[in-house]
Every structure is written in C-alpha cells, then in structure tokens.
C-alpha cells in the first residue's frame, strides 16, 4: 500500500501561537511532498510543493514566512503555520509521491488532513 | 491551462440506484493522466484510478466504472448499485505535465440515502 499519516489530526491554538503539522510516508519513500489547503465545502488549494533536501516552492499568493516548510528526510515533510490567525482556520492536507522525477504519471497519495482552528 | 470541470455540484439518490459523475477536462499536453479521488466525512481523500490518456478502454472495478472519452475530454465515473457509503465528495484531478501539481475540479459531493 501507501499510506500517510498526518499528525495531529486536530488542533486548536490561540492567535498569535505557531503551530507545526507533520506528514509521513509510512511504507515508501517520497521525493516530493505537497500541502494542500481546504475551506469547507471547496476544493483542495495546492499550498506548496515539498522536496526532499531543497526549499520548498511555494503557489502564488502563498506566504512563505507564514507557512513554513521543511523535508528533512524522504518520509516526512513538516508545516509550520507561524503566528497563526483566526483566518488561518482551516483544513490542511498533505500528500506524497513515491517516484523520484516521475513526473505527471505518479499517484499523490493523501494523509488524513488535519483540522485546524484559531480562536 | 490545465482545467477540470465537475459541472455536479451535488447529487442525492436513493440507495441501489446508479449515478454517474461527471469530469471534463483542459488540456494542452499530448499525453497525460487522469486521477479520481474520493473523499469521505471522515476527510482523507482516498485514490480511485489513474488512466492514461493512450487508453481508452472503460475500466471497471466492482460497482465502479470509469468512462473515458478523449474526444470530448470526458472522464466520467458510475457507481452502480450505490450504498449509504458510497457518500462523499468526489475530485477529478489532472495533473500539470513537468509541474508535478494536481488540477482538481470543484468536486461533487454525493450523498446516498437510505
């Protein structure tokens, strides 16, 4: 299979305090890692593109001093929302892709998401 | 630019009947990929199928059936017999060839009553 987990799967924090979401292949190894955002009721909104050993490359209108990403190894990826805001209330997901330079042909696979809100 | 349309924002049926959902897609690549994804409450969004833009035979698994047409940019997907479970919002994805990324279409959102 390929699995991915999220961790955690639910957070509340104040506004003003960071808070970091992890993402883990679990039986494979992944090059490239992607966070995605979601608003209730609508589509995923690619966030950035995680790779293994280098910056990650951010979508436009992404703030990459705000949402900080790291992938230090070829199972985990970490988001770190800085200073986090009621807007920033939102649902995160992650995926990751087993191939090196696969290309469009490769398969994301999802973790779980998690929730986050800022009161 | 790569664009996936899902024209359902919602569809309600009764258990055991048949629905199709609907995907119609943009693209300027020659050769690409097509993904469905599903998406249960719980949130996880869970992989369906990938098909190859050079194969156009119908694929089936189980109650699920997928309908590519690339002479209208359709890739259409039934769930036959349908079940309470079968509930979820369901994305058509393309992805941007040499990008990486995934296009997704706005989903359907699918809900099977009882």
């Known amino acids: 299979g390929a699995v991915v987990s999220q961790h955690p799967s639910r957070v509340i924090c104040k506004s003003g305090t960071s808070v970091k979401i992890e993402c883990r292949s679990l039986?494979?190894?992944?090059?490239?890692m992607f966070w995605y955002r979601q608003f209730p009721k609508q589509s995923l909104m690619l966030m950035a593109t995680s790779n293994e050993g280098s910056k990650a490359t951010y979508e436009q209108g992404v703030e990459k001093d705000k949402f900080l990403i790291n992938h230090a190894s070829l199972t985990l990826s970490t988001l770190t929302v800085t200073s986090a805001h009621p807007e920033d209330s939102s649902f995160y997901i992650c995926?990751?892709?087993?191939?090196?330079?696969?290309?469009?042909?490769?398969?994301?696979?999802f973790g779980p998401g998690t929730r986050l809100t800022v009161l | 630019a790569q664009k996936v349309t899902q024209a359902q924002t919602e569809i309600s049926v009764v258990e055991k009947e048949d629905v199709t959902l609907d995907c119609v897609y943009e693209t300027r690549d020659t050769t690409y990929y097509l993904f469905w994804y599903k998406q249960p409450p719980s949130g996880e969004l869970v992989f369906l199928i990938r098909?190859?833009?050079?194969?156009?035979q119908n694929e089936i698994s189980g109650r699920y059936s997928w309908n590519f047409q690339k002479s209208t940019s359709s890739f259409n997907f039934t769930i036959t017999a349908s079940q309470v479970v079968d509930s979820a919002v369901y994305f058509c994805?393309?992805?941007?060839?040499?990008?990486?990324?995934?296009?997704f279409g706005q989903g359907t959102r699918l809900t099977i009553n009882p």
């Open positions: 995926s990751a892709r087993r191939t090196p330079g696969g290309g469009a042909a490769d398969t994301q696979y």
């Open positions: 994805a393309l992805p941007i060839q040499g990008a990486q990324k995934l296009v």
């Open positions: 039986d494979f190894q992944a090059t490239t």
């Open positions: 098909r190859n833009s050079f194969d156009e």
